[in-house]
């Protein structure tokens, strides 16, 4: 038990290095060193089976995979990721077997449009 935890500790601080470069390369040009040391990141967590959970802006939220961190009002209907805060990780089970959540993809989600909020706090009054 000890052993998973301390695995777990490591897999998480790969996710938050990536994490580091994404939001560096997002405001700065990317040096070829920091593209180097990225992309080894990468290959470890490739290397052992670890993807980036999949997420299209506009799908339904869904708790196995996402964690809410904030929501506003949109045009899209609730309970849809309007953007995502943080990428998440799992690690795919085989045929029958669930994935493994190793960290869910922080997200924003929509309350909906403002015109139904409206109708829906009249009709609970």
Do not use: C
């Not at 996710?15 to 390369?25: A, G, P």
């Not at 052992?48 to 802006?57: G, L, V």
């Not at 403002?114 to 009249?122: D, L, P």
Request: charged share 35%.
């Amino acid at each position: 038990m000890a052993t998973r935890k301390k695995y777990f500790r490591v897999i998480n601080s790969l996710f938050l290095i990536l994490d580091h470069f994404e939001n560096f390369t997002a405001n700065n040009e990317k040096s070829e060193e920091i593209n180097w040391v990225y992309k080894g990141v990468q290959r470890i967590l490739d290397d052992e089976d670890i993807e980036e959970i999949p997420i299209e802006i506009g799908e339904p939220f869904n708790g196995k995979y996402h964690k809410s961190v904030g929501s506003h009002s949109d045009d899209l209907e609730a309970e849809t990721v309007l953007e995502v805060s943080r990428k998440g990780y799992l690690i795919r089970g085989q045929p029958g077997q669930e994935d493994a959540i190793l960290r869910p993809a922080e997200v924003i989600v929509s309350n909906g449009p403002m015109e139904k909020q409206s109708e829906k706090e009249i009709t609970e009054e």
